[in-house]
């Protein structure tokens, strides 16, 4: 297959992320195929940029420093909540498996006395409230995740960064209660 044929086979893929190769958009390369938009118009390698960039929706483009800073907070803000609502779905897990039972169960020892075997039971109902609540948050999760999945395959630098820094910020914020919870229940066996 020689090269003008194998580009013309990527034409059926979505190029909503990227910014258009029309309207004189040049990152470096020279013409419409140079810089970063050389497989059928969606960008492939990183760029630092303001103008036409689209961002997860048809007609959501950005075209100013500003409109670039605003998309950048909103971005940020969006991967805290990732974070905080992974975090946050552990948390209410943990609360909603208070439900726990002890059975104890007589085993013969080896000098012939008994001993008792202790099993701890968590449980939770498919049709429970909270397995509800737990299945919206999922549904939550994944769409966002998924939103900061395409932002970042916008290969916009300022984006990319924008999603990682608010990763991190999410991870700091929300997950150092959950180094320092211990169950001390673990060692009952």
């Known amino acids: 297959m020689d090269a003008m044929s194998h580009g013309a086979d990527h034409s059926h893929h979505h190029h909503t992320m990227a910014p258009p190769t029309t309207g004189g958009h040049d990152h470096g390369g020279g ?10 118009g969606m960008a492939m390698t990183f760029y630092f940029d303001y103008k036409n960039v689209e961002l997860l929706f048809t007609g959501l483009l950005i075209n100013s420093p500003g409109e670039m800073v605003g998309a950048c907070i909103g971005v940020f803000l969006l991967a805290v909540l990732y974070e905080g609502l992974k975090i946050g779905r552990e948390f209410l897990l943990r609360r909603s498996q208070v439900n726990v039972r002890y059975n104890s ?12 075997e202790t099993h701890k039971t968590v449980g939770q109902r498919m049709l ?6 737990q299945t919206l948050l999922h549904i939550v999760q994944v ?4 939103f900061l999945m395409l932002v970042f395959m916008t290969y916009n630098g300022y984006l990319c960064i924008a999603v990682a820094a608010g990763a991190g910020m999410g991870y700091f914020l929300f997950s150092w209660r959950k180094a320092v919870v211990v169950d001390i229940t673990e060692h009952c066996h």
């Open 143 to 146: 769409v966002v995740s998924y």
């Open 105 to 116: 169960m007589p085993l013969p020892g080896a000098d012939g006395t008994v001993l008792m």
């Open 31 to 40: 013409g419409s195929s140079g810089g970063h938009e050389n497989h059928g």
């Open 128 to 133: 429970s409230p909270s397995h509800f609540l």
